[in-house]
């Protein structure tokens, strides 16, 4: 049978959690994920879960109730996702005046602790010292991104939902009224489709003729096999350059989003890492905002950026063996999150853009589901 009340295509963290949340209100489910394995920008992520980010009424909830269901989703998955509590250290760079920084962070509803140089190195032996002035000091969940995709879906499927690999050709309408959509194998009928690829939905909804404030990012790191090593922290570079190129490149989006193309709009290395329970490392980040979902990126000249970044603040990490990856990663401008019923199609909503993906998908996954059952907005308006 190909008949659903609900059809949502990626199965990424955003698709597998609104997914599970669906099918607990009774609606016949279907994912669809265009992948046989996992590999997308969920898994090619930290897994951190910054629930001290909150800086309004909204986010601050969402933060609160975020990191609470964490400390019960194991029990309610019956899956290790092998989440724990740890630091996270924002190492602030030697040519930086820790105060200044320190008072930057302020607006964030959990301050963060200022630690000197010792401090610093007292929580995380691993830094070299003598290329930081300092750090702040936060509180951070995390998890293991697949482990996380992976229970979900299995507790999906359990309550009768269904997870299909296959890539979705074209979303189907009927004038302006969903009616399902065609992958490379079936056709499949719906009256709601959410979108939870990422930056594929930009795509999607271009093909739709529809103008949203959704952007992508080429996001390059290391992902590395279990190491001898020890990092007892996560850590980061303190620094907001990433967040402030997209929001400035998100204000010149009728210039630079008219076409595909590959020119760099943006550039942004961050010479962090987090060691996953089983000893595997992710580490750096590059950033590159290019408007093109297939633009080459030279991998060789990308990894040897990210070693030698890891190298000034994280040396004996640097030349660990590990793998290199490309994957792209939505953002929106205004809100940290782009979710709601799109306007000019009946059926169709997009569930996507999160920045702190983590911590701000399972409660607003939550509030969601409950809003396109009982059409009832009780945290944020869901009408775009």
């Not at 030697?94 to 010792?118: G, S, V, W």
């Not at 939905?201 to 096999?225: D, E, K, W």
Request: proline share 4%.
């Amino acid at each position: 049978m190909n008949n659903y009340d609900v059809i949502i295509i990626g199965g990424g963290l955003t698709g597998s959690v609104l997914s599970y949340e669906l099918a607990k209100k009774n609606l016949r489910v279907l994912l669809l994920e265009k992948d046989s394995i996992f590999n997308n920008a969920t898994v090619y992520s930290y897994g951190g879960i910054s629930y001290w980010c909150g800086t309004d009424e909204t986010t601050i909830k969402l933060c609160q109730e975020g990191i609470n269901i964490y400390r019960n989703l194991t029990e309610e998955l019956d899956y290790n996702i092998d989440f724990r509590e740890l630091d996270l250290l924002f190492t602030i760079d030697k040519n930086q005046d820790p105060e200044n920084t320190f008072q930057q962070y302020q607006k964030f509803h959990i301050a963060p602790k200022l630690l000197d140089k010792k401090e610093t190195n007292s929580l995380e032996p691993l830094i070299n010292i003598d290329a930081i002035s300092g750090s702040l000091r936060f509180p951070q969940g995390h998890v293991q991104p697949e482990k996380m995709i992976f229970a979900y879906q299995k507790a999906l499927m359990r309550l009768g939902g269904k997870v299909e690999q296959e890539l979705v050709i074209s979303v189907e309408k009927n004038q302006d009224k969903i009616i399902g959509v065609k992958t490379e194998k079936n056709s499949y009928s719906a009256s709601q489709i959410i979108l939870c690829a990422g930056a594929f939905s930009r795509s999607i909804l271009q093909n739709l003729g529809i103008n949203l404030p959704l952007y992508f990012s080429h996001a390059q790191l290391i992902m590395t096999p279990p190491a001898p090593v020890k990092l007892k922290t996560l850590v980061m570079p303190c620094t907001m350059k990433r967040l402030d190129t997209e929001k400035q490149v998100a204000q010149s989006a009728e210039k630079i989003w008219q076409k595909e193309s590959n020119t760099l709009y943006g550039d942004v290395l961050e010479a962090g890492a987090i060691q996953f329970l089983d000893g595997s490392f992710c580490l750096g980040q590059i950033s590159q905002i290019i408007p093109n979902l297939n633009s080459p990126i030279d991998s060789v000249i990308s990894e040897k950026r990210l070693r030698d970044a890891i190298a000034s603040i994280l040396p004996s990490l640097a030349n660990l063996s590990g793998k290199w990856h490309n994957c792209q990663v939505a953002f929106t401008e205004g809100m940290p999150f782009l979710v709601g019923k799109i306007g000019q199609i009946e059926g169709l909503s997009i569930f996507s853009g999160f920045t702190s993906p983590f911590v701000f998908v399972p409660p607003l996954a939550r509030y969601f589901a409950d809003y396109l059952v009982n059409g009832e907005e009780t945290l944020i308006s869901f009408n775009l």
